[in-house]
């Protein structure tokens, strides 16, 4: 020790006596640590207790390493697991952090009943976890620990309402079990359910303040009932402790560009290439401000990163890449190795995901079969009968932006962004029927009394009303993916304004094979697939045409370019508002926008790319032929306008 530190007889006292000090003096307790380091540099409680004081000094990267050191020389250590999950999780590594935690739970398991459900979970073997725990809960069914375990399996099976129902029993039983309450809090916002998250993570910031964890999944919840300055100003605190996390400025960038803070985002993201080069995430962000112009020196970059060949870990980052110098080499107007990124972006991306066209075909045809014109006359305006929401449906990248845009421009209306709400309503229906697979709840619908149509109504407005910030009547619901649920919408909230923002096929389905989703959307990564979703998307349209006829509104993408003023006028129309002239101005609007287009719809109506999809007509056959006569039968202007009859 050195002079003046007060003399202690064992390594373990002096352990004792740095565990006191680290309450009421952090500082001290890294001075404290880092003595009893030089006297045993391999003790792993001494390690990790360095760790845990650097961490409550604000040295977050320190603590990592000393932490992940500590494991090391000790992997029997839960609280040593726990910090470096916490650590981890803030800085946005999340395969880390999950496997961070789950060696906390085997670690701090020490009743043999759970010692080989806890190792089956470390080593990902979900159902014999659940075996193994739905035995032990027989026997000892008020064990949170078991409670919480079984919780995390029906998570990684995606049984959310099972995992939901089995966190709430556990904090019933144990209000101070933390770690089940944060594993809720990040249930209910994977349910899109933000503000009930919020409420969960209170209680565990009131008491460990300074918890990296708990303040990241806070900003995450904020992003997600637009609260966008407090959640950047929670980003900048995480890190002035973790300055040199790449992961971290992207993720600020995000929120920057979504209050459409355009240079913050981009200083934000070329901060998070500095620290790692070869970030294709970071280039890709760049890319998608849509307005950005990469230099010389970042394509070479990124093409330099390409090499060689990625390994499995590194798809990821491979295909972000290719999404970003797709973008590149389009502005260059070097169309042909443009479209060679954007395939191979795509590919990549493919292959991750589990799309099948021939099930959304099938949830068509389903959803034509129940919602007929005699099933809608049965329940004639028998939901809620409130007119606030105005729901944009359509496919990404059609225009919805610039209509949502358009409409929040005007002074009854509130801009809000694409909301879950409607689409988890619809799965919370879902049964075992005839039918399994999306779509089950169509099974049900038809038995829903006029009672519990009024309240999913009542519901969706109530979860959706954290979102409005403002005192006008109307807000609006820009999720493009439910025009799935047109007929549940019309079932729930019949006096609800829904409007059809359309564009043509080819330049709507190319638009969004250029663009890489940051979650759903899983029909854009192949041309097949993306004109099969079109012409499927076109049915389902003109059949809600046919049994409701007048009640959605179409607008085309091509009209309101070519003639801006009518089709605002007759949009405002159908919605019964009054014509505003800033309507016209809505470049001038300042909302934050979640989109892609965020940063399009900040500058006046132009042209540019309304038909940018023929520089890559000759590589686009596959999607023609996909698309079928639905390609030939798009209009120009549209001649269905006699057809929108106004909504009384």
């Known amino acids: 020790m050195s002079a003046g530190a007060e003399p202690v007889g064992t390594i373990e006292v002096a352990l004792n006596h740095t565990a006191r000090l680290l309450e009421r003096n952090p500082a001290l307790a890294v001075e404290q640590a880092a003595e009893i380091l030089k006297v045993a540099p391999g003790h792993a409680p001494a390690m990790m207790m360095y760790g845990l004081a650097l961490g409550a000094t604000g040295r977050g990267e320190d603590a990592v390493n000393a932490l992940r050191r500590a494991v090391q020389l000790n992997s029997d250590l839960p609280g040593?697991?726990?910090?470096?999950?916490?650590?981890?999780?803030?800085?946005g590594d999340s395969e880390g952090a999950d496997a961070a935690?789950?060696?906390h739970v085997k670690a701090s398991t020490r009743d043999p009943g759970l010692l080989r459900p806890a190792a089956a979970l470390c080593e990902n073997n979900i159902p014999l976890a659940e075996t193994l725990l739905r035995s032990h809960l027989q026997q000892n069914p008020t064990d949170v620990a078991a409670i919480r375990m079984l919780a995390e399996v029906a998570a990684r099976l995606g049984r959310y309402v099972d995992a939901e129902n089995l966190l709430a029993r556990c904090l019933e039983l144990s209000p101070s079990f933390a770690t089940a309450r944060t594993q809720y809090a990040s249930l209910l916002n994977r349910?899109?359910?933000?503000?009930?998250?919020?409420?969960q993570i209170a209680p565990l910031l009131a008491a460990e303040p300074d918890n990296p964890h708990y303040r990241n999944l806070k900003a995450t919840f904020l992003v997600g009932i637009g609260e966008y300055q407090q959640a950047i100003d929670l980003y900048r605190g995480i890190l002035t402790e973790y300055p040199h996390q790449a992961k971290v400025w992207v993720t600020l960038g995000h929120v920057q560009k979504t209050a459409g803070r355009q240079e913050a985002a981009i200083q934000a993201y070329?901060?998070?290439?500095?620290?790692?080069?070869?970030?294709?995430?970071?280039?890709?962000?760049?890319?998608?401000?849509?307005?950005?112009?990469?230099?010389?020196r970042d394509v070479a970059?990124?093409?330099a990163a390409l090499e060689p060949a990625p390994a499995a870990a590194a798809v990821e980052n491979q295909l972000h890449l290719h999404f970003a110098l797709g973008k590149a080499y389009e502005d260059e107007a070097r169309y042909e190795v443009s479209f060679e990124h954007y395939a191979e972006g795509n590919r990549l991306r493919r292959s991750q995901m589990s799309y099948s066209a021939e099930e959304n075909s099938r949830f068509v045809r389903r959803s034509r079969e129940r919602y007929t014109r005699e099933f809608f006359a049965e329940r004639q305006d028998v939901g809620c009968q409130s007119p606030d929401p105005i729901f944009i449906v359509g496919l990404p990248r059609a225009g919805s932006?610039?209509?949502?845009?358009?409409?929040?421009?005007?002074?009854?209306?509130e801009g809000t962004m694409e909301l879950h709400d409607m689409i988890s309503l619809a799965r919370s229906l879902e049964s075992r029927g005839q039918h399994d697979g999306p779509g089950q709840y169509l099974d049900v619908v038809g038995t829903l009394t006029p009672e519990r149509l009024r309240a999913i109504g009542e519901q969706y407005l109530e979860r959706t009303r954290v979102q409005r910030k403002t005192s006008a009547p109307f807000f609006i619901d820009k999720m493009p993916n439910n025009f799935r649920h047109i007929g549940l919408i019309h079932l729930v909230l019949p006096r609800a304004r829904i409007i059809d923002a359309r564009r043509h096929p080819l330049g709507s389905c190319f638009s969004a094979f250029k663009q890489?989703?940051?979650?759903?959307?899983?029909?854009?990564?192949?041309?097949?697939d993306l004109g099969r979703y079109y012409a499927d998307y076109v049915e389902l349209m003109a059949h809600f045409d046919d049994v409701l006829p007048g009640r959605v509104h179409r607008i085309h993408y091509e009209a309101l370019v070519d003639d801006t003023?009518?089709?605002v006028r007759r949009l405002l129309d159908y919605c019964g508002l009054s014509f505003e002239p800033q309507c016209l101005r809505f470049y001038e609007n300042k909302r934050a926008v979640r989109t892609a287009s965020s940063e399009q719809v900040r500058q006046p109506i132009f042209r540019e790319g309304l038909d940018q999809w023929r520089h890559y007509e000759p590589w686009l056959q596959p999607l023609k032929d996909a698309l079928g006569p639905v390609l030939a039968a798009y209009p120009g202007i549209p001649a269905d306008r006699a057809r929108n009859d106004r909504v009384p």
Not at 270 to 296: D, Q, V
Not at 516 to 527: E, N, V
């Open 80 to 91: 040593a697991w726990r910090a470096l999950g916490d650590h981890l999780a803030a800085i």
């Open 101 to 103: 935690y789950t060696r």
């Open 191 to 199: 349910q899109n359910r933000a503000s009930e998250a919020l409420q």
């Open 270 to 296: 070329r901060r998070a290439l500095e620290l790692e080069p070869g970030m294709g995430e970071a280039y890709f962000s760049l890319a998608n401000l849509k307005t950005f112009r990469f230099e010389p």
């Open 301 to 303: 970059a990124m093409q």
């Open 401 to 413: 932006t610039l209509v949502d845009q358009i409409l929040s421009s005007h002074s009854l209306v």
């Open 516 to 528: 890489h989703f940051a979650r759903g959307q899983t029909f854009s990564y192949s041309l097949e």
């Open 565 to 567: 003023e009518v089709e």
